[in-house]
């Protein structure tokens, strides 16, 4: 038997922790510095360096936004999902439920003893 249970109670707090992500990464970028701040002995290879650095990290930081939005809106559609199917099931066991109390009836009706 398995222990694993979903929430979608607590999906729902994560999608809303995630859909925070963008706002606080998105339009945020990382300035280069000036190589000549190295000194002459760094300073030639910070400046090849640099710029592929703090295109990096700039990619970075949009990919983070990025993939916080998606996780937000897909820890939403779980628990749409097992909200959607709790539903499914209750309706599906009320139809049985009510079908067999009309069968029954329908027996006892008759006559026939159950």
């Keep these: 038997m398995s222990t694993f249970r979903v929430e979608p ?4 707090g994560a999608a809303s922790t995630l859909a925070a992500v963008p706002a ?3 339009g945020l970028s990382v300035s280069a510095p000036d190589p000549a ?4 002995l760094v300073g030639s290879a910070a400046a090849h ?3 592929a650095n703090t295109e990096s990290t700039t ?12 996780l937000s809106e897909r820890c939403e559609a779980s628990a749409r999902g097992y909200r959607d199917t ?3 099931v209750v309706d599906l066991v009320r139809a049985q439920v009510s079908g067999a109390l009309e069968a029954g009836t329908a027996v006892v009706g008759r006559g026939v003893s159950v």
């Design 59 to 70: 990619t970075l930081l949009q990919a983070l936004t990025t993939l916080g939005q998606s």
């Design 86 to 88: 709790e539903h499914q």
């Design 49 to 51: 360096a640099e710029p």
């Design 37 to 40: 701040m190295y000194g002459d």
């Design 9 to 12: 109670a607590q999906l729902d």
């Design 24 to 26: 606080g990464l998105g």
